[in-house]
């Protein structure tokens, strides 16, 4: 079993940046793959990027080039770094795990709290 909590989260100015961290509990971290999603006010839950568990790496199309994904498993943690952020990067941040690498939320096991980014124009 992992749990999951997000932080880092919060207000920032379009073309700011802001670092979300994923603190996780579970012997088997390493063992998984992780992905962070987001969801804005009315649509659908939506892939943002995700590292498997040999830090390979991957990103959606509206954030490649802005975004980065890391993982430290001695620290039991993931993190994204989001730069060059825009209005519509607003949403409720999710942090998961699974064991299959994917874009699907249905793929991932465990899930965080969610933590909100807010950027304002």
């Known amino acids: 079993q992992v749990q999951l909590v997000e932080s880092g989260g919060g207000l920032v100015q379009a073309r700011g940046s802001l670092r979300l961290s994923c603190a996780a509990s579970g012997r088997t971290f390493s063992s998984y793959n992780m992905g962070w999603f987001r969801q804005a006010p009315g649509k659908e839950r939506e892939f943002v990027a995700g590292v498997t568990w040999g830090n390979r790496t991957y990103y959606a199309a509206s954030v490649k080039g802005r975004v980065t994904i890391s993982r430290d498993n001695s620290k039991n943690t993931v993190s994204m770094q989001m730069d060059s952020l825009k209005p519509e990067d607003t949403a409720l941040y999710y942090c998961?795990?699974?064991?299959?690498?994917?874009?699907?939320?249905?793929?991932?096991?465990?899930w965080g709290q969610g933590t909100q980014v807010t950027v304002s124009s």
């Open positions: 998961a795990a699974g064991k299959v690498i994917s874009t699907g939320s249905d793929d991932y096991d465990h």
